[in-house]
């Protein structure tokens, strides 16, 4: 079946620093591949969607590619700020179906002064 | 503009007691209704998703049942709560395959 990973639990960066949160899948048809960030206490906002022509998505300053040959759809910032420590979900969908997100642990994100 | 509105926003309640939360959502027609659970520290879970009214499929059973009475309705209930139905609950919904949007939520606590 369909399965999302995400490898790191815990981020801990210093304000400036770049970000990157892995995140591979494993689909049996071509998917759709999201990047959901979820701040204390709300619920979770769309931030990135894959795209099917190879374009990159951007939002917020982050942006992910997905690389089809590597089942993967790593997030990117080139530098962190506070605002943006938050729980971070990658999540996947098939094509066709509609019906059914599966998403990974998540990625706890802290970023400090 | 769509408006997703989950209510209640919070709830307290002893186990063994009934559970209803509802979710409607303004300004689209038709679309994919969602629940989904996150456990505290958890990930999200999906449990129940609805394609068109009256029609409701279930993804997890955690002894919950949900039904879609309205195309802009989306109801999660149980009769017997249990100590380990307590975290959050999303409601959610998208068009088609595209991306979902979520609710605002509701807390439960059972205690």
């Known amino acids: 079946g369909d399965s999302v990973t995400q490898t790191e639990g815990l981020v801990t960066l210093t304000e400036g620093l770049p970000v990157m949160l892995n995140c591979t899948y494993q689909?049996?048809?071509?998917?759709?591949l999201f990047w959901y960030v979820q701040h204390l206490n709300e619920a979770p906002k769309l931030l990135l969607k894959s795209f099917t022509d190879n374009k990159r998505p951007e939002h917020q300053g982050f942006h992910a590619t997905l690389h089809k040959s590597s089942s993967s759809f790593h997030l990117q910032k080139s530098s962190a700020q506070l605002s943006d420590s938050a729980l971070y979900y990658c999540?996947?969908?098939?094509?066709?179906?509609?019906?059914?997100?599966?998403f990974g642990k998540g990625a706890k994100l802290t970023v400090s002064p | 503009a769509q408006t997703i509105h989950q209510w209640p926003v919070a709830e307290i309640k002893a186990v063994g007691s009934p559970l209803s939360l509802g979710c409607t959502i303004k300004g689209k027609s038709s679309p994919n209704l969602y629940w989904y659970w996150q456990a505290t520290g958890g990930t999200l879970q999906q449990l129940f998703y609805?394609?068109?009214?009256?029609?409701v499929e279930s993804v997890v059973q955690l002894n919950l049942s949900a039904s879609r009475p309205k195309d802009d309705q989306f109801i999660l209930s149980t009769e017997k709560l249990l100590l380990s139905h307590s975290g959050f609950y999303l409601c959610?919904?998208?068009?088609?395959?595209?991306?979902?949007?979520f609710g605002p939520g509701t807390r439960l606590t059972v205690l």
């Open positions: 689909s049996t048809y071509s998917p759709f």
């Open positions: 999540a996947l969908s098939e094509q066709g179906t509609g019906s059914k997100l599966s």
């Open positions: 609805s394609i068109t009214v009256g029609q």
């Open positions: 959610a919904w998208s068009l088609g395959d595209a991306e979902q949007f």
